[in-house]
């Protein structure tokens, strides 16, 4: 369940996405960005902040009842004192440890060649999940009793059809225990779709909509190239697509950006963003067919068929400990 504070921060993160929705003028928009990064960096930072404050009131009724002790001499009392102030000095810890672990950089995947083989588990120590077009609020229960530890969800372009995933459906996924994957998906299947520009503007969107999503910083959002791409789509309006994306969290972060990147597609296009850092994760598509995907075995997740036991569309994934799930 998200704290009090968690909750404003989400609500507020709602308040400027409907800004930016109202096509504000320029110098607006920049206030507004710098605002929503703001609150992204706040998010990922809510347990220090918590704890910084339960250590300032600790502190304070130690404070307290130490002039009770020095008004009255009671000894007895002395005790108490020093409980409070070693519950404060450890809440402080805590603070630290908390605040330490939120700056740390986001750490991406190596290189495919110097990754460990993976491929085959029949037990994948990150979890099994599943991907799906549709929202599953209501089904997060069954997924969970289907021994599904995550679900991949999607960010989309306002025109699409399909639902993105959204603050609440979120929340209803983590309550069921499940972890959450997003991806970003538009016109991802044809070659003629990516170009710079596209990656820019669907890199920025994809931002926001995790900002208003309520997904954590440190973690990373994938973008779909779903067709079997050769090494000349791969190298340059794909390559100049990524760019794009990491352009446009660059901008919209002020350089600063609380997410990483990942892609989902082919083994070599996986392989390719990667090995040239232009990615640091990546979800290989079912389709062995496409070209490196029957070699590649630097995923962080790998989709699968269908499971039987879930009677909604959806494709099974399998994972590595380090696949980017977050809950909210």
């Known amino acids: 369940m998200p704290s009090a504070l968690q909750q404003s921060i989400v609500s507020a993160m709602y308040a400027v996405e409907a800004k930016l929705d109202a096509k504000p003028s320029d110098s607006e928009k920049s206030d507004l960005l710098a605002s929503a990064n703001i609150l992204v960096g706040l998010l990922a930072r809510v347990n220090q902040i918590e704890l910084t404050a339960a250590a300032d009131r600790v502190a304070a009724a130690s404070v307290g009842l130490k002039a009770v002790v020095d008004a009255s001499g009671q000894d007895p009392l ?137 997904q954590p910083a440190g973690t990373p959002i994938y973008f779909a190239v779903d067709f079997d791409c050769d090494g000349e789509g791969i190298s340059g309006p794909i390559n100049d697509y990524f760019r794009g994306v990491n352009d446009g969290f660059s901008a919209i972060s002020s350089k600063s950006s609380a997410y990483s990147i990942g892609v989902y597609g082919s083994g070599n296009a996986c392989a390719w963003l990667v090995g040239h850092g232009r990615v640091q994760y990546a979800w290989l598509a079912m389709s062995t067919g496409w070209g490196g995907s029957k070699t590649f075995s630097g995923w962080n997740i790998k989709q699968g068929k269908a499971d039987s036991r879930l009677t909604f569309d959806h494709d099974t994934d399998e994972a590595v400990p380090d696949y980017g799930g977050f809950s909210v």
């Open 78 to 214: 002395a005790g108490y004192l020093n409980k409070l102030n070693s519950a404060a000095a450890e809440l402080r810890k805590a603070a630290l440890a908390a605040h330490i672990g939120a700056s740390q950089p986001v750490q991406g995947t190596p290189a495919a060649a110097d990754r460990k083989e993976n491929v085959g588990a029949s037990t994948p120590a990150g979890g099994a999940g599943i991907d799906c077009a549709t929202d599953c609020s209501k089904r997060a229960s069954q997924i969970a009793s289907a021994g599904k530890s995550f679900v991949a969800r999607y960010y989309r372009s306002a025109s699409s059809k399909w639902p993105p995933l959204t603050a609440k459906e979120a929340q209803a996924v983590s309550g069921a225990g499940l972890k959450i994957v997003t991806v970003w998906e538009s016109d991802s299947d044809h070659l003629s779709h990516f170009s710079y520009s596209a990656g820019v503007a669907e890199g920025t969107s994809a931002y926001r909509q995790a900002m208003s999503a309520g």
